[in-house]
């Protein structure tokens, strides 16, 4: 018996993904059905239930996908010689791939999780942990008193995340330019959250 090819298996999946995802933005989520998926992907239906079960199977795994994309930026943050100037870095990186297809897929998932909650507590882990890298980053810092000594790591992470996130919902709302546009305003109010009275930072 052939075994499976597991870079084949994960590469199928993330084609079902990718196709879901060009639905969900054309469209909209309920009204794709699997068979649009189907017909996007190229599959037939054997094939894409072999990979994934459900609608809500595809938004889990691209809610796992955007978590990989947020830990891909802030894992590096932790060993960062200047931790704002490598936040800053990632938050403009981010900003250069924000498209308005990302914006309509956020809104479109996060309605689905206020409906489903196996899929809210899968995003709201995803978020904690986020949160959770984030804070060991910003701990690091402070040990290298890089940061304000009053900070508590826990917080000011939930409240960065929560800075990045309002400016996300005023994207989607205003177009991704938006995003780009209130990134000065974003990086000053970061940086009076994180700087060490006197700096000279804004």
């Known amino acids: 018996m052939r075994s499976r090819d597991p870079d084949l298996n994960a590469e199928r999946r993330q084609a079902i993904l990718d196709a879901a995802v060009s639905c969900f933005v054309r469209q909209g989520f309920h009204a794709t059905s699997m068979k649009d998926i189907c017909a996007e992907a190229g599959m037939s239906p054997g094939t894409l239930y072999h990979y994934v079960r459900s609608k809500a199977d595809i938004i889990a795994g691209i809610i796992d996908n955007q978590a990989g994309f947020s830990r891909a930026l802030i894992e590096p943050l932790a060993e960062a010689a200047d931790f704002r100037a490598a936040l800053f870095d990632a938050l403009d990186r981010f900003a250069a791939g924000i498209a308005d297809r990302d914006l309509v897929l956020n809104a479109e998932i ?30 690091a810092a402070l040990g290298q008193g890089a940061l304000r000594h009053d900070l508590d790591p826990d917080d000011t992470a939930a409240m960065l995340l929560a800075l990045i996130d309002g400016a996300l919902w005023q994207a ?13 305003a974003l990086k ?3 940086g009076r959250i994180l700087s060490v009275p006197g700096d000279g930072c804004p």
């Open 110 to 139: 996060g309605a689905e999780l206020l409906r489903q909650p196996s899929l809210r507590e899968r995003a709201a882990e995803a978020d904690r942990a986020s949160r959770r890298t984030l804070s060991a980053a910003i701990a």
């Open 172 to 184: 989607t709302l205003n177009g991704s330019a938006h995003f780009a546009a209130a990134l000065p």
């Open 188 to 190: 000053a109010a970061i």
